[in-house]
C-alpha cells in the first residue's frame, strides 16, 4: 500500500479507532496495531486530540522540550461546555506538581522530591511492603479465595504510601478515595462522558481535602519532625529557604501516583500469569525471574497506558503538522506492543531481555517512584505465588475490566481461587 492510499485508509477509519469503546477497553491491543500501521501520528477529531501509537515517535516524545506536560488543556477540553471554574482547585494544585512542570522549574522540584528517597528510607520500606502484603493475605488465606482487586490491589499501594508518609491510620481510607476521585478525572475519560460533571466535582473537591490534609502533615512534621517522607521532604524545603506553601502539590503527586498505578499493576499482572500457566510455572519455579516478570508485566499489560502533552509551538511528528496548543496523547502501551522495537511483542515473556519497555515514561519525568514501584511489585507477587500456590482465576466469577480511563487500565474486579 502507498503513503496516500494509507492516508486515505486512515480517514476512512478516523471513526473506528474509538478508544473507549467495550471492547478496546478491554482488550486494547489490536485497536493499537492497527492505528500503528495504518496512522500512527492520528489526529482523533472526537476526542480533540492526538494519539502516538509508535516506539520511536512516542520515546522521542517523551523527551521533546517542545512539548509540555501540563496538561491544563486538556483538562478543559475533557470538561466540554462546563464551566472551568468547577475545576478551579484541580487546575491550580495539579499545575503546581512537578509532573506538569517543564524545564527548567522541573529539575529543581524533582531534586528536592528525591530528599525524599533516600537509601536509608528506600531500606525501611522492605519490611513495611512485606508485614501489608501480609497482613492483607491473612484476612483471605483461609477463603480459598478472593478478589485481586477489592481484598489486595486497591488496598495495598495505599497502606504502604501512607505508612511511608506518616499519615495517620483514620485518613488513609479518605485518602485513597480521593487519589481514586482525582484520579478518574486525571486520567482521561471520555470526552463528552455524561459522568463528566460529576467527575469534575469530585476530583475538584478531593483536592481542597487532600490539599487541606497534607498542610496539616506539613506543619505538624515542621514542629515535630520524624523519619517519614513529609518530615524528609519539609527538612528539605526549609534547608533550601523555600517556601512550604509549594510543597503540598507535590506530596499529593507522589500520594496519588504511588496509589493508582501499583494497584491496576497488580491485577494485571496476576491476569497476565493466570494467562499464560507456562510462565506462572516457570516463575513459581524460579522466583529469581521476579524481577525481569514484574518489567515484562509492565510492558505485557501497561498500568498507565498513555501520558499527556501539549504542543508548545507547531511542531512535525511522523510528517504531521500539529499545532500550538495541541493536546497529544502518548501511547505508552502501544509503543510496548510495536514489532519494530519487540521481538513477537504480543508474546508474554518473563525471561524478556532487553526489555526497554516505556511503562515507565523516560525523559525528565521518569517515574520518581520507580524504586518503590519495582520492590513492591516483586514483594507483592513473590508473597502471591508463595502462600497462594494454587493460584487460579474464580470459575464461578467475572472478572471486570475498568471501562472509565485512558490513562490507568486495570480492573474493578479480578475473582480468584487457590
Ligand atoms: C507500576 C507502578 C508505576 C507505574 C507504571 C508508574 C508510571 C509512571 C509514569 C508513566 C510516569 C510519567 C507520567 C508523565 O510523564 O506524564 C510516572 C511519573 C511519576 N511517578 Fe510513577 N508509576 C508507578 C509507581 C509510582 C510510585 C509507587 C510512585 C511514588 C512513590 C510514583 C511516583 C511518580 C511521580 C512523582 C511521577 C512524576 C515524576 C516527574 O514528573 O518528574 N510512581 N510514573
Redo the contacts with the bound molecule.
Keep these: 500500500m502507498n503513503t496516500h492510499q494509507k492516508s486515505m485508509l486512515a480517514i476512512a477509519n478516523q471513526q473506528t479507532y474509538d478508544l473507549f469503546a467495550p471492547e478496546a477497553l478491554l482488550n486494547p491491543y489490536p485497536l493499537y496495531k492497527q492505528m500503528r500501521e495504518e496512522d500512527p501520528v492520528h489526529y482523533n477529531q472526537s476526542f480533540g486530540y492526538w494519539v502516538l501509537t509508535g516506539y520511536r515517535d512516542v520515546e522521542a516524545a517523551?523527551r521533546d522540550e517542545r512539548l509540555s506536560?501540563d496538561?491544563t488543556a486538556l483538562f478543559i477540553n475533557q470538561l466540554g461546555n462546563l464551566d472551568v471554574n468547577l475545576i478551579q482547585n484541580f487546575i491550580q494544585v495539579i499545575s503546581k506538581?512537578?509532573?506538569?512542570?517543564d524545564l527548567p522549574d522541573?529539575t529543581q522540584?524533582?531534586k528536592l522530591?528525591n530528599q525524599g528517597?533516600t537509601t536509608r528510607a528506600i531500606e525501611s520500606w522492605q519490611s513495611i511492603i512485606q508485614n501489608t502484603t501480609d497482613r492483607l493475605l491473612d484476612n483471605v488465606q483461609s477463603h480459598g479465595c478472593m478478589d485481586v482487586v477489592s481484598d489486595l490491589s486497591v488496598i495495598l499501594?495505599g497502606l504502604?504510601?501512607s505508612e511511608?508518609f506518616g499519615v495517620p491510620e483514620a485518613q488513609r481510607a479518605n485518602l485513597s478515595r480521593w487519589a481514586i476521585d482525582i484520579g478518574t478525572f486525571w486520567g482521561a475519560p471520555a470526552p463528552g462522558s455524561s459522568n463528566i460533571e460529576e467527575y469534575a466535582r469530585k476530583a475538584d473537591l478531593a483536592v481542597a481535602h487532600f490539599s487541606a490534609l497534607i498542610r496539616q502533615l506539613i506543619e505538624e512534621r515542621r514542629r515535630q519532625p520524624g523519619t517519614d517522607m513529609i518530615s524528609l521532604l519539609t527538612v528539605a524545603y526549609q534547608e533550601q529557604g523555600l517556601n512550604l506553601e509549594e510543597l503540598p502539590p507535590?506530596c499529593m503527586?507522589?500520594?496519588?501516583?504511588?496509589?493508582?498505578?501499583?494497584a491496576?499493576?497488580i491485577p494485571n499482572g496476576v491476569n497476565a500469569l493466570l494467562h499464560h500457566p507456562e510462565q506462572l510455572r516457570k516463575l513459581q519455579e524460579n522466583p529469581a525471574l521476579i524481577n525481569a516478570a514484574?518489567e515484562e508485566i509492565?510492558r505485557f499489560d501497561?498500568?498507565?497506558p498513555f501520558?499527556?502533552?501539549v504542543a508548545k509551538q507547531d511542531l512535525t511528528i511522523g510528517g504531521k503538522h500539529i499545532l500550538k496548543g495541541s493536546v497529544i496523547a502518548?501511547g505508552?502501551g502501544a509503543a510496548n506492543h510495536d514489532p519494530a522495537k519487540f521481538d513477537s511483542p504480543e508474546v508474554f515473556n518473563i525471561t524478556r531481555s532487553p526489555n526497554e519497555h516505556?511503562?515507565?515514561?523516560p525523559?525528565?519525568?521518569?517515574?520518581?517512584?520507580?524504586v518503590?514501584?519495582?520492590m513492591?511489585?516483586a514483594i507483592c507477587f513473590t508473597t502471591l505465588l508463595r502462600r497462594l500456590p494454587n493460584l487460579r482465576f474464580d470459575p464461578d466469577k467475572q472478572a471486570i475490566p475498568r471501562h472509565t480511563s485512558l490513562v490507568f487500565k486495570g480492573f474493578d474486579s479480578l475473582p480468584i481461587k487457590f
Design positions: 517523551l506536560a496538561r506538581s512537578m509532573m506538569a512542570k522541573h522540584l524533582r522530591a528517597f499501594p504502604i504510601i511511608i507535590q503527586l507522589i500520594l496519588n501516583a504511588a496509589h493508582l498505578t501499583t491496576d499493576l514484574v509492565i501497561t498500568p498507565a501520558v499527556f502533552r502518548l505508552l516505556l511503562g515507565f515514561a525523559g525528565i519525568h521518569f517515574c520518581l517512584g520507580v518503590l514501584a519495582r513492591e511489585l
